[in-house]
């Protein structure tokens, strides 16, 4: 009973982070770079937010500076992996550092500001499930069907192709770095997008939001994929089943709190979810693959052996 | 003006340590519009080293390269790429695998130009792009939507060489294009090369390690040693050479045995 009491909570909070994780979707998936920048970066946008709600700016306003703020970030990363030739993982690193100085003086050296719900018009907020609720589903149906029509454009195609293959980008005229930066922006400006959305939804902003945010992202695009990749392997599929793998995610988070686990163990409990997710295509490649066919299936018996 | 004006061409790896390889000595060589120029040599000659130069992969130390005209030498890689067309060694490397086959060509065909806002593969595009694979012969006209990483190593090949050339580049570079196929997969795929460079009059650069291709190949062959063209044949002359005489000529020209792992001399 309490648990179907909670169920409603946990929808909405796994709507917050399935923004999130299209945003790591992008740099994880897309642009295959595993970009550490979003632990900050979703702790900036909902900094943004809260300080700029506190001064009586619009909602609106203040979720778009967030975003632009998150955007801001990936391009930092971006520059200096690509500019500078630091390891993209590093960079993210270091930006992620910068990050935590940058929020907490936008937050004015406070660890924490309260977002008052009454004196502002919130798109979301934990009273009012069913409502935020249905924002955050016209929400991440706008933003998937933008970045459906987006990568599928001139410009998003060699987004694609830059995460896919630098080598053939790069011969076909693809200017691989610049993508990379741009493809970060976006990244991160969604991950900022969920974190405006998240200080909204708890009522504040805390230096500590996002703490191993990468981690619950990755678990969500794991186990949405692992179901949406069987219905239809595309990109909107992909970004709905990575939204659906977010709200499991939540809904198995509280349905073990319930259990009566201690939260102290959750963040234990998220990345050994990860890392089984992780683990599992090697442990499966290394220990229990028998030998396969040659060729793969659908290919035509004239068109030159497989192992050619 | 030549197509290709390389001039003084040098490049060492890893300058100043013990590993110091110098790849490139002082290269020149000139390419006229519509040559079809075949490159041989041993292990470490620099064959890939200069192909790798003109595709701008890393800077030269020393010399220049002019394309048609344009100094290119220190152009980043991917401006210089709507000079030219480029299939590699490795069947993996010209394709981008989670794409469709439509996907990779129609990146291919904008090669050059500023990509925009608008939609990336039209609909007329795919009709093009049917007939044209239609023309490898090898059953991919009804596979536009299939993801590349299905295709084998040779269909990839096919593929990679026509993306290379849907916009006609001033200059092809094949780097050993046919060398991770099996003969027959490599017999069609130069075969196709024959024939999209005839049709197209492409200025071409080819290296291969098959001897008799070199010969059978193109309208000129040459020949690289330590870093330098040390054999240079063309017309009649190219046409009627022999292994054999590859062979006396490179021992005349470098003073030493011809030696490459991957040489197929007969």
Redesign the interface.
């Known amino acids: 009973m309490a648990f179907l009491y909670a169920l409603p909570g946990a929808v909405a909070e796994g709507l917050i982070w399935g923004l999130m994780a299209i945003g790591l979707y992008i740099s994880y998936k897309i642009l295959d770079i595993a970009d550490l920048t979003v632990d900050g970066s979703i702790c900036t946008g909902a900094c943004v937010c809260a300080v700029l709600l506190g001064r009586g700016i619009p909602v609106g306003v203040c979720v778009l500076l967030a975003f632009l703020a998150g955007a801001l970030a990936g391009v930092v990363t971006g520059l200096l992996h690509t500019a500078l030739g630091i390891p993209s993982i590093l960079a993210g690193i270091l930006t992620q550092l910068m990050l935590y100085s940058v929020n907490l003086s936008i937050l004015g050296g406070k660890s924490l500001l309260a977002v008052d719900p009454r004196a502002n018009t919130l798109l979301v907020h934990m009273s009012s499930n069913p409502r935020s609720i249905v924002v955050l589903v016209v929400l991440s149906a706008a933003l998937i069907v933008g970045l459906w029509l987006?990568f599928?454009?001139?410009?998003?195609?060699?987004l694609?192709?830059t995460g896919?293959?630098p080598?053939?980008?790069?011969?076909?005229?693809?200017?691989?770095k610049l993508n990379k930066v741009i493809g970060l922006a976006i990244a991160n400006g969604l991950v900022a997008l969920s974190g405006a959305m998240l200080a909204q939804y708890k009522g504040s902003a805390s230096i500590n939001d996002g703490r191993g945010a990468i981690v619950i992202g990755l678990a969500a695009i794991f186990i949405g994929l692992s179901v949406s990749l069987k219905i239809k392997p595309n990109f909107v599929v992909s970004l709905i089943g990575v939204i659906g793998g977010s709200i499991v995610y939540y809904i198995v988070y509280n349905f073990v709190i319930l259990l009566g686990l201690k939260t102290d163990y959750l963040k234990m409990l998220s990345a050994i979810i990860v890392a089984l997710f992780l683990a599992v295509p090697y442990l499966k490649g290394e220990y229990f693959s028998k030998p396969k066919a040659v060729?793969?299936t659908?290919?035509?018996e004239?068109?030159?052996?497989?192992?050619? | 003006m030549p197509m290709l004006k390389i001039k003084n061409l040098c490049k060492t790896f890893n300058p100043g340590t013990i590993n110091a390889k110098t790849a490139l000595a002082g290269l020149n060589l000139e390419l006229k519009d519509g040559d079809f120029v075949t490159v041989i040599g041993g292990n470490g000659a620099g064959k890939s080293t200069l192909l790798n130069a003109i595709?701008g992969v890393w800077k030269p130390d020393r010399g220049t390269i002019e394309i048609d005209g344009v100094d290119v030498t220190h152009m980043p890689?991917?401006?210089r790429?709507?000079f030219?067309g480029?299939v590699?060694q490795d069947?993996m490397?010209?394709?981008?695998?989670?794409?469709e086959i439509a996907?990779?060509l129609?990146?291919?065909a904008?090669?050059?130009t500023k990509?925009?806002?608008?939609?990336?593969?039209r609909k007329a595009e795919r009709v093009r792009y049917r007939e044209l694979l239609a023309t490898l012969e090898?059953?991919?006209e009804d596979?536009l939507s299939?993801k590349v990483g299905?295709?084998?190593?040779?269909?990839r090949q096919a593929v990679t060489l026509l993306?290379?050339t849907l916009q006609r580049p001033k200059l092809l570079l094949l780097d050993e294009h046919t060398a991770?196929?099996?003969p027959?997969?490599a017999a069609?795929v130069l075969e196709l090369t024959d024939r999209i460079v005839s049709e197209n009059k492409l200025t071409t650069l080819m290296i291969t390690h098959n001897m008799k291709d070199a010969i059978a190949h193109g309208n000129r062959l040459i020949m690289m040693h330590e870093g330098r063209v040390i054999v240079d044949v063309e017309g009649e002359e190219k046409q009627k050479l022999t292994v054999e005489d590859l062979l006396k000529l490179f021992n005349q020209q470098s003073g030493a045995e011809f030696t490459n792992d991957r040489a197929i001399l007969g």
Do not use: C
């Open positions: 987006f599928y454009t001139e410009i998003g195609l060699t694609k192709s896919d293959n080598d053939m980008s790069r011969a076909q005229g693809v200017n691989v060729l793969p659908g290919v035509q004239d068109g030159g052996n497989a192992d050619a | 595709s890689e991917h401006k790429a709507a030219l480029r590699f069947p490397k010209g394709t981008a695998p989670d794409m996907e990779n129609a990146i291919a904008r090669r050059g990509r925009r806002f608008v939609w990336g593969v090898l059953g991919l596979r299939s299905l295709l084998s190593g040779g269909q993306m290379a991770a196929l099996d027959k997969t069609k």
